[in-house]
């Protein structure tokens, strides 16, 4: 087992998970929402302290890719390889989307969609089936409207993240109770899950090599892109 320090900046809930040569896994997050740049570096910092290790016993490192917050994924990529630059070590990421689906227990066989709030009336949205005790992605992620979001689901279709927050009502109105949504507490994704993965060498965390990999994965433009975008169309 490898001593591994894990970071998770997409979501409002800032959090940071530590796993140890024993295997054993240790979370923490912080109590404020979306004050990730004030916070960062000290829960690193008290969760280090606590378990009694360095930094420079750090084996690995793991980081949530996205999407999510811009501004959070910047964040964590930013202190990242400020870490990196001082001391070299592998580095390994995961999409946002596959880890917030990851802890949701179903029977097998089940639908799980993932729908996370992209804003300006969009949601990532990826679909997965259960079998064999795990979630199998359908398909690519996507970038959807409602609209083509409400036409992707199926009857017994279960839903979570943080989309619902914005489209729960919309959602219970159309289907009812032949889908289920899923709570706020499970909408976003852990840095335990990034520590699971990497203990386990699973397939859903990749090594990040090449400099272009060192950066978050937004799947689309930000606001600022689009309306210079649209300026120059215009």
Known sequence: MKTVLAVETSSPILNVALGNQEG??????????????????????????????????????????????????????????GFLAVRKRPCYG???????????????????????DARREAIYTRFYLRH???????????LLTLPELIHQISDGTTLVGDA??????????????????????????SARTLVEWLQAK????SQLVSTKEFIPLYFRASEAEERRRKAKRS
């Open 94 to 116: 995961a999409v946002s989307l596959d880890m917030i689906a990851h802890p949701i227990v179903l029977p097998e066989g089940s639908r799980l969609g993932v729908v996370v």
């Open 202 to 205: 699973d397939v859903r965390l």
């Open 164 to 189: 619902l927050i914005r489209y729960r009502g919309a959602l219970a109105d159309k289907f009812g109770k032949e889908i289920q949504l899923l709570g706020e507490n499970r909408a976003y994704p």
């Open 132 to 142: 064999k005790g795990e979630w199998k992605p359908e398909r690519k992620l996507v």
């Open 24 to 81: 054993e896994i240790r979370e923490i997050q912080a109590d404020g929402r979306l004050q990730h740049s004030e916070n960062l570096i000290s829960l690193i910092d008290q969760l280090l302290k606590k378990e009694k290790i360095s930094l420079k016993e750090i084996d690995a490192f793991a980081i949530d890719r996205g999407p999510g917050s811009f501004t959070g994924l910047r964040i964590g990529f930013g202190l990242l390889k």
